[in-house]
């Protein structure tokens, strides 16, 4: 089905009418302060599916539930551990995804068939606005095509989603740019199945950390995971993207010297000046890296890049997140110097 995509502000009457979208079985855009995501009725399996048909996604790639409120994860999944309740006063609502057994009211598309599903209780006062006017749980997953870079506003919600869905919600920048860190609990500790702007640093306060080996390498392609963007190459422009691992001199020097029609440089912000090479750089710190990855992924694509040199980050902090976003946006390649 084609649709004539609406693009709705982030009023109360435009909410609403999404909410009646989402209410009869219908997707739309919806901003969260992670990245946009697309929205649907976690409990309707022919809800879910038009997600699935809009994105082009693998359905064996779990979606992650979103509620207005942590109180009512005990509605949808069988066991809420001691520290999830802790850890969720501490960052509900916010950018934290908890794996927990679920309850059969979700259904198996969403969960990707796993006897697991992700709950999340969004930050952003047009998605909690969204779940409350809807008065059902939503699944929702990155708003773009799969395996191209998450969307980070409104406008990169239209240009892959125009006429494949009925509306959008604008709802501004999204200040965090990467998805939510997804953890799971394992005899008292942390596993972190995806970084994100919550940090395994802070998540350590709560308890033992483990990191997901997926989080820097590749999942088989038959493999179950249990986080969204552990498997598949992700987050991709149309340019072939190399990590470059190596200090700023390395880095410079490398770049420099891989001169050539359509390759740019994807430096710190204070490396650019540096560049000898066409460059569009992407932020000093983690947070702004975070913030800009996604949108510097997509302006590649609009300048026509066919090669891209991106400068590896920390891997330290919300660090950990852009470097994983970028890892599979490489397809894993990665240079060391």
Same mark, same amino acid.
Do not use: W
């Given at each position: 089905?084609?649709?004539? @995509? ?5 009023? #109360?009457? &435009?909410?609403?009418?999404? +909410?009646? $979208? ?5 997707? /739309? ?123 980070? @506003? ?5 240009? #892959?989603? &125009?006429?494949?869905?009925? +509306?959008? $919600? ?5 200040? /965090? ?161």
């Amino acid at each position: 089905m084609t649709f004539d @995509t609406k693009l709705l502000t982030s009023s #109360d009457d &435009d909410i609403r009418e999404a +909410a009646e $979208i989402i209410k009869n079985g219908g997707i /739309v855009g919806m901003p969260t302060e992670t990245v946009y995501g697309l929205a649907a009725n976690a409990e309707d399996p022919d809800a879910v599916e038009k997600i699935f048909a809009a994105k082009g996604r693998p359905q064996d790639n779990p979606l992650i539930v979103h509620l207005a409120d942590f109180s009512h994860t005990k509605d949808f999944v069988k066991d809420i551990p001691d520290i999830a309740s802790i850890m969720a006063e501490r960052f509900c609502p916010g950018p934290l995804t908890m794996i927990f057994p679920k309850k059969d009211r979700i259904p198996d598309i969403t969960s990707a068939g796993l006897d697991t599903v992700g709950i999340r209780i969004p930050a952003h006062k047009a998605a909690r606005k969204l779940i409350e006017y809807s008065g059902k749980a939503i699944a929702a997953p990155s708003a773009n095509l799969s395996g191209s870079p998450s969307p980070t @506003t409104a406008e990169h919600v239209m240009k #892959d989603m &125009d006429g494949k869905i009925p +509306a959008v $919600i604008d709802g501004g920048s999204c200040p /965090v740019g990467v998805e939510s860190t997804v953890i799971s609990f394992e005899n008292g500790k942390i596993r972190i199945l995806r970084p994100g702007f919550i940090s395994a640093e802070e998540l350590s306060e709560f308890g033992e950390i483990i990191i997901d080996k997926h989080i820097t390498s590749a999942a088989d392609d038959n493999e179950k995971v249990r986080s969204p963007g552990m498997k598949y190459k992700h987050y991709s422009p149309k340019a072939n993207v190399t990590v470059i691992d190596g200090d700023r001199e390395k880095y410079i020097g490398f770049v420099n010297s891989h001169t050539g029609s359509n390759i740019y440089a994807m430096p710190f912000d204070s490396d650019e000046q540096l560049c000898t090479i066409p460059a569009v750089p992407y932020g000093d710190t983690s947070e702004e890296q975070a913030a800009r990855l996604f949108a510097v992924l997509r302006k590649f694509d609009e300048i026509g890049a066919e090669q891209v040199y991106a400068r590896c980050p920390s891997m330290d902090g919300v660090g950990l997140a852009v470097y994983n976003r970028l890892l599979r946006a490489a397809g894993f390649e990665v240079i060391k110097l």
